[in-house]
């Protein structure tokens, strides 16, 4: 994925150019300091560690050595499963999330995959919306899916999106 990219028009007011690269060891403090700005249960480095070590598609969306955002996903059966997308909170609304899931959708169709999959929490309406933009839809629940801190759990909306085969 060297593609230049840009996000969809109307264009930012600071128009990047992007591209991917595959997220590797080293770009994993960079990584770590957008994870953590970005949630409020972030994933540690052991997790993004696993996912690289079991050979997930993880790629980092660069501007030049700035990293705009970064997404995981793991491929199945004829279906991908999207584990984590984040953009950097300055980043945000500036159409990269959808640049993104293109290139996971475009990534997914190439190996046969009919079923993009994703669980987000309840209360993050934000990301629900990206996704349904992007031609998600919302096809269930897992009750308590997620720690939320003092003992509590947050429910996970499961979301998929069909692919057309490539
Ligand atoms: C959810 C998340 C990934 C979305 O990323 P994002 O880059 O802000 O999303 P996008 O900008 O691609 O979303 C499209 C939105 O940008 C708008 N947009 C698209 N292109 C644009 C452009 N060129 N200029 C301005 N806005 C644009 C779209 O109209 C849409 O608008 P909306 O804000 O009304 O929804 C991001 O908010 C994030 O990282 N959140 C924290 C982590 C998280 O919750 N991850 C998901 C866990 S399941």
């Given at each position: ?11 930012p007011a600071a128009a990047l150019e ?149």
């Amino acid at each position: 994925m060297s593609t230049l990219l840009s996000p969809p028009s109307p264009a930012p007011a600071a128009a990047l150019e992007a591209h991917f690269a595959p997220m590797t060891p080293e770009r994993l403090d960079a990584v770590l300091a957008v994870e953590q700005s970005a949630y409020s249960h972030p994933w540690s480095r052991g997790n993004f560690r696993d996912s690289l070590a079991a050979g997930h598609q993880a790629q980092c969306l660069l501007a030049g050595d700035e990293l705009l955002g970064y997404f995981v996903a793991m491929l199945g059966h004829r279906e991908v499963h999207l584990l984590n997308i984040t953009v950097a909170p300055v980043h945000q609304r500036q159409g990269w999330a959808l640049v993104m899931l293109d290139a996971l959708a475009l990534w997914s169709r190439a190996r046969q995959a009919e079923w993009l999959w994703l669980e987000v929490r309840a209360s993050n309406t934000r990301a629900q919306q990206v996704y349904l933009r992007h031609g998600f839809a919302r096809v269930g629940l897992r009750k308590g899916y997620y720690p939320d801190g003092h003992g509590l759990r947050e429910d996970a909306v499961v979301m998929n999106l069909r692919l057309e085969p490539a």
